[in-house]
């Protein structure tokens, strides 16, 4: 069963760089891979999207290797509201010809002064 | 403004009943979404639609259907709820063809 897995929390403190990873083996051929921020109680605001390659904005980049299996999230000097739940969403080939829009399970991450 | 609203923000309900949670865009986007996310925080879609194409999530339960009176709206109706139906539901849109979605604030299903 194609699945896009994530680690499930992770550490850091303020000024820290973060990486967090997202492995989906059966992403769809094309289309794009998104990254979604999640606060308390609040609904997903979209970080940052790319299909390949490095994508860059202002508060973060997407690394994307070749086969496209796998992608990161970099977070540039996080400060203390970076603290949330970090989603990546692709689109799953499915055995069926159709696509899947699939949500990581989650990263919670946990930024420390 | 919101961009993505829905209503209400809380609902609490018995076993059985039937009910129904709003959704409405003002960004003029084509495509219009629900999702589901458990206790454990796992968001999984139930449908996707625009005005032409409804896909729906095979591991949805026939009891949610969705209906959209126009583009700007899309409403989930849930018939004969369940204790396990109690979750946090999310409303999403995006420009047809594109991934980048907007959610609404959710709406907390709490089923006694």
């Known amino acids: 069963l194609a699945k896009t897995t994530q680690p499930i929390s992770m550490d850091s403190y303020e000024g820290q760089e973060v990486n967090i990873t997202c492995s989906h083996n059966?992403?769809?051929?094309?289309?794009?891979i998104t990254w979604y921020q999640q606060f308390p109680s609040q609904g997903p605001r979209f970080i940052i999207q790319g299909y390949k390659t490095k994508v860059t904005n202002e508060v973060a980049s997407l690394f994307i290797p070749a086969d496209r299996k796998s992608s990161t999230l970099s977070l540039p000097r996080v400060s203390l509201s970076d603290t949330a739940v970090y989603y990546c969403l692709v689109a799953m080939a499915r055995d069926t010809g159709r696509r899947a829009l699939t949500f990581g399970s989650g990263t919670r991450l946990q930024v420390q002064p | 403004d919101t961009a993505v609203s829905q209503t209400p923000k809380y609902l609490v309900t018995q076993m059985g009943n039937d009910k129904s949670i709003k959704c409405e865009q003002n960004l003029g986007h084509d495509t219009m979404y629900w999702y589901k996310q458990d206790s454990k925080k796992f968001l999984k879609i139930m449908f996707s639609?625009?005005?032409?194409?409804?896909?729906i999530n095979e591991t949805v339960p026939n009891r949610f259907s969705p209906k959209s009176p126009d583009k700007a709206h899309l409403n989930l109706h849930i018939n004969s709820l369940e204790l396990g139906d109690s979750a946090v539901y999310f409303c999403a849109s995006s420009r047809r063809g594109q991934e980048t979605q907007y959610f609404g604030p959710g709406t907390r299903l709490l089923v006694l």
């Open positions: 059966n992403i769809a051929t094309n289309d794009y």
């Open positions: 639609y625009n005005n032409k194409e409804l896909i």
